[in-house]
């Protein structure tokens, strides 16, 4: 048994470097080229966030790892070998719900700040703003705290006679109790409706933040991740199918290109006139609209210049180039493709096992314990990817709802062009939807999960805390979750397909 929790510790602490060193390639190979070389303390915040965020979907398969140490053990010790597992997930979200109400805002205030003032001015004007955040959300959580931080668990008193121990085990519908004299009733059948009763107990500080940020998680979740389930598999395919399909010639290049350098001179200009009414101090409702239509439109131009650059491939290699170009369209079918086949079945998997009760099937919670059977930690790796799939799907669909909606910030993740500001933005994001992802997969796989550290948190705890638990009783989240990857999926068989046109002249609203 030790042998078997030396072996975890030692898996855990190799997966937590790799984990490190691959957030740090995603950095280095992300970062826009004006944050080279600076910017260290935003990096440093990037790579940890971004850390947590994987530590803390993988801990879930590590957690009924954990479970499984002392499963078959033979003395009563056994179980007091094994991680500390409970322990592990409230200082894991406790990092993270510090990380993204303080630490990541005061990173993004600090390198948004004007680069003309001095480094302790933006130090002061940053931490200035993010007192004022702490002060305020203590107060609130104190408030809360002390009037709804209790649990409120619904017992049933049951008690029975005696009987001599039976020299059979022979249990059916008929006898699911041990019972003598033809008293074979359990009883939990027979007990009246009166002996149910609510008991009441104060929970811990620490978990009552961590079901607040989940619940804050949980709106952004069921909101991005529907929307985003949807998309990020039909938008591959999508892709595929609006793909250019030959090279053009090189007056269609020409023509194109000259086009492309009119509307960046409009979008220049645009920018410039914006950039002028904000020092003037005039920022309100009309220019955030005018910022919004500006990113927008950049944004689209920079994919119509990808395409041409796709479509007139240039240089020695052009024809290569090509050829790659048709293999990555040909590997976005292919993914596009198992990411549809991943979708609907945590599609049916939310509908059959959370949303009808009784269940009508354990469904995918039956395939990982297959999959354990066959290898030890097939099952496991299945389990985490499923789960890493769900944070997927909150990226694309923030990045769907930013293209379109006016209320929500654009910030894209380019290869070598992301801007530290966007890299946190998509980190806070990641962080507040993980702690969601997490509760929703402990919820969704509780057969698979049961006996867990995570279940006795997100389970039991956040589902009996008052004032919260009617949001999971009438399963509120996974039913906008449903709604929301159906619409989506509606649009997309209705519009996705087409390539957008140009909308000509490019102006700001007046």
Same mark, same amino acid.
Request: proline share 3%.
């Given at each position: 048994?030790?042998?078997?929790? &030396?072996?975890?510790?030692?898996?855990?602490?190799?997966?937590?470097?790799?984990?490190?060193?691959?957030?740090?390639?995603?950095?280095?190979?992300?970062?826009?080229?004006?944050?080279?070389?600076?910017?260290?303390?935003?990096?440093?915040?990037?790579?940890?966030?971004?850390?947590?965020?994987?530590?803390?979907?993988?801990?879930?398969?590590?957690?009924?790892?954990?479970?499984?140490?002392? @499963?078959?053990?033979?003395?009563?010790?056994?179980?007091?070998?094994?991680?500390?597992?409970?322990?592990?997930?409230?200082?894991?979200?406790?990092?993270? *719900?510090?990380?993204?109400?303080?630490?990541?805002?005061?990173?993004?205030?600090?390198?948004?700040? +004007?680069?003309?003032?001095?480094?302790?001015?933006?130090?002061?004007?940053? %931490?200035?703003?993010?007192?004022?955040?702490?002060?305020?959300?203590?107060?609130?959580?104190?408030?809360?705290?002390?009037?709804?931080?209790?649990?409120?668990?619904?017992?049933?008193?049951?008690?029975?006679?005696?009987?001599?121990?039976?020299?059979?085990?022979?249990?059916?519908?008929?006898?699911?109790?041990?019972?003598?004299?033809?008293?074979?009733?359990?009883?939990?059948?027979?007990?009246?409706?009166?002996?149910?009763?609510?008991?009441?107990?104060?929970?811990?500080?620490?978990?009552?933040?961590?079901? %607040?940020?989940?619940?804050?998680?949980?709106?952004?979740?069921?909101?991005?991740?529907?929307?985003?389930?949807?998309? &990020?598999?039909?938008?591959?395919?999508?892709?595929?199918?609006?793909?250019?399909? *030959?090279?053009?010639?090189?007056?269609?290049?020409?023509?194109?290109?000259?086009? %492309?350098?009119? @509307?960046?001179?409009?979008?220049?200009?645009?920018?410039?006139?914006?950039?002028?009414?904000?020092?003037?101090?005039?920022?309100?409702?009309?220019?955030?609209?005018?910022?919004?239509?500006?990113?927008?439109?950049?944004?689209?131009?920079?994919? +119509?210049?990808?395409?041409?650059?796709?479509?007139?491939?240039?240089?020695?290699?052009?024809?290569?180039?090509?050829?790659?170009?048709?293999?990555?369209?040909?590997?976005?079918?292919?993914?596009?493709?198992?990411?549809?086949?991943?979708?609907?079945?945590?599609?049916?998997?939310?509908?059959?096992?959370?949303?009808?009760?009784?269940?009508?099937?354990?469904?995918?919670?039956?395939?990982?314990?297959?999959?354990?059977?066959?290898?030890?930690?097939?099952?496991?790796?299945?389990?985490?990817?499923?789960? !890493?799939?769900?944070?997927? =799907?909150?990226?694309?669909?923030?990045?769907? %709802?930013?293209?379109?909606?006016?209320?929500?910030?654009?910030?894209?993740?380019?290869?070598?062009?992301?801007?530290?500001?966007?890299?946190?933005?998509?980190?806070?994001?990641?962080?507040?939807?993980?702690?969601?992802?997490?509760?929703?997969?402990?919820?969704?796989?509780?057969?698979? =999960?049961?006996?867990?550290? =995570?279940?006795?948190? !997100?389970?039991?705890?956040?589902?009996?805390? @008052?004032?919260?638990?009617?949001?999971?009783?009438?399963?509120?989240?996974?039913?906008?979750?449903?709604?929301?990857? =159906?619409?989506?999926?509606?649009?997309?068989?209705?519009?996705?397909?087409?390539?957008?046109?140009?909308?000509? @002249?490019?102006?700001?609203?007046?």
């Amino acid at each position: 048994m030790g042998d078997f929790n &030396l072996a975890l510790v030692i898996v855990a602490i190799v997966v937590c470097v790799l984990v490190f060193l691959f957030n740090v390639y995603l950095l280095v190979n992300y970062q826009h080229p004006d944050d080279a070389n600076q910017a260290y303390f935003p990096k440093f915040v990037v790579v940890f966030g971004l850390s947590i965020a994987a530590i803390s979907i993988l801990m879930l398969p590590a957690d009924v790892a954990n479970r499984q140490a002392c @499963r078959h053990a033979i003395y009563n010790g056994a179980c007091n070998l094994t991680l500390p597992m409970k322990e592990l997930w409230l200082a894991v979200y406790i990092i993270d *719900a510090v990380l993204v109400f303080f630490v990541i805002p005061f990173a993004m205030f600090y390198y948004e700040g +004007d680069q003309d003032k001095s480094i302790g001015k933006r130090i002061k004007s940053a %931490l200035l703003w993010v007192v004022t955040t702490a002060i305020v959300c203590a107060l609130l959580l104190g408030i809360l705290y002390g009037l709804a931080g209790k649990v409120d668990f619904t017992v049933r008193h049951l008690s029975s006679v005696t009987t001599n121990f039976p020299s059979n085990w022979d249990f059916s519908s008929g006898q699911p109790c041990i019972g003598g004299s033809g008293a074979h009733a359990c009883s939990a059948y027979t007990a009246s409706a009166s002996s149910e009763k609510t008991w009441t107990m104060r929970t811990t500080f620490p978990e009552y933040v961590v079901a %607040l940020a989940t619940i804050v998680g949980s709106v952004l979740f069921s909101i991005f991740g529907g929307v985003g389930i949807a998309c &990020l598999p039909l938008g591959l395919i999508a892709s595929f199918i609006r793909r250019p399909k *030959a090279v053009i010639t090189r007056s269609q290049y020409i023509k194109e290109a000259t086009e %492309l350098g009119k @509307r960046a001179k409009e979008v220049k200009k645009a920018a410039d006139a914006l950039h002028q009414e904000e020092r003037s101090g005039s920022k309100g409702r009309k220019w955030r609209k005018n910022v919004k239509a500006v990113e927008k439109e950049l944004l689209q131009l920079e994919e +119509d210049v990808k395409l041409l650059e796709e479509m007139y491939p240039q240089g020695e290699k052009a024809e290569t180039s090509w050829a790659l170009t048709v293999l990555g369209y040909l590997a976005k079918l292919v993914l596009g493709i198992l990411g549809l086949i991943v979708s609907v079945a945590w599609i049916i998997h939310i509908v059959i096992y959370l949303l009808i009760d009784p269940p009508l099937s354990p469904f995918l919670n039956e395939v990982f314990i297959k999959l354990d059977d066959i290898w030890g930690l097939l099952g496991t790796v299945a389990f985490a990817f499923f789960c !890493f799939y769900l944070l997927l =799907a909150v990226i694309a669909g923030a990045m769907m %709802l930013g293209l379109r909606l006016v209320f929500i910030t654009i910030h894209p993740m380019k290869w070598g062009a992301t801007l530290m500001n966007s890299f946190l933005f998509n980190v806070g994001l990641i962080l507040l939807c993980s702690i969601s992802v997490i509760q929703f997969c402990a919820t969704a796989f509780g057969y698979y =999960a049961q006996a867990t550290a =995570a279940q006795e948190i !997100f389970g039991h705890t956040l589902q009996s805390l @008052r004032g919260i638990k009617y949001l999971y009783k009438y399963n509120v989240f996974q039913i906008a979750f449903i709604v929301l990857a =159906a619409l989506t999926f509606v649009y997309y068989v209705a519009f996705g397909w087409r390539r957008k046109k140009p909308s000509g @002249r490019f102006q700001l609203s007046s």
